[in-house]
T-cell receptor, first 115, second 114 residues
Framework: AQKVTQAQTEISVVEKEDVTLDCVYE???????LFWYKQPPSGELVFLIRRNSFDEQNEISGRYSWNFQKSTSSFNFTITASQVVDSAVYFC????????????FGTGTQLKVEL | EAQVTQNPRYLITVTGKKLTVTCSQNMNHEYMSWYRQDPGLGLRQIYYSMNVEVTDKGDVPEGYKVSRKEKRNFPLILESPSPNQTSLYFC?????????????FGPGTRLTVL
């Protein structure tokens, strides 16, 4: 069975600091997809990124970047120069191919960015 | 606009009073599912459907029912709600294989069972 661990329950930073959210996953499958979702205080889930297991290239999107390392089964998310609007709960998730599209979520990391 | 809609968005009810949370998507997705979100537990899958008339249990199906009579709709039914079903519920839709696209989530339904 697959599992996603987000060991950081809550992180507080001051605006403009960089922050990294950790995600460690477990699966025996060789083909899988990893995701990050953002849940702002309003409650909806906002898709941020999808990465398949064969693509280990890091990705950057504006202030967001993702570091995927299969050797350590990690898919970490970094926000550069954090802003108050980044305050949210962030979820890492995993899904396998061949048998549905079930997402296995981590427990989430609450990020608080203060002025 | 491509979207997943859920109704109601908020609901307060009492133990034992049957309720239905509706979910509808306009993207012609085969796959639909329900998740519940609880503090410290993340989101957990309740039920899913691979296509019309095909449904199966997720990780936490006890106390819930679903049906998939039409491709676009996937209602979640609580026949006899109990306080431990107080939670934030999300409906999601997508293709059967994650390689095609990410899943789309509805706005959530916050349910309180007294």
């Amino acid at each position: 069975a697959q599992k996603v661990t987000q060991a950081q329950t809550e992180i507080s930073v001051v605006e403009k600091e960089d922050v990294t959210l950790d995600c460690v996953y477990e699966t025996r499958d060789t083909t899988y997809y990893l995701f990050w979702y953002k849940q702002p205080p309003s409650g909806e889930l906002v898709f941020l990124i999808r990465r398949n297991s064969f693509d280990e290239q890091n990705e950057i999107s504006g202030r967001y970047s993702w570091n995927f390392q299969k050797s350590t089964s990690s898919f970490n998310f970094t926000i550069t120069a954090s802003q108050v609007v980044d305050s949210a709960v962030y979820f890492c998730a995993l899904t396998l191919t061949g048998g549905g599209n079930k997402l296995t979520f981590g427990t989430g990391t609450q990020l608080k960015v203060e002025l | 606009e491509a979207q997943v809609t859920q109704n109601p968005r908020y609901l307060i009810t009492v133990t034992g009073k049957k309720l239905t949370v509706t979910c509808s998507q306009n993207m012609n997705h085969e796959y639909m599912s329900w998740y519940r979100q609880d503090p410290g537990l993340g989101l957990r899958q309740i039920y899913y459907s691979m296509n019309v008339e095909v449904t199966d249990k997720g990780d936490v199906p006890e106390g819930y029912k679903v049906s998939r009579k039409e491709k676009r709709n996937f209602p979640l039914i609580l026949e006899s709600p109990s306080p431990n079903q107080t939670s934030l519920y999300f409906c999601a839709s997508g293709y059967r294989e994650p390689s095609y696209n990410e899943q789309f989530f509805g706005p959530g339904t916050r349910l309180t069972v007294l």
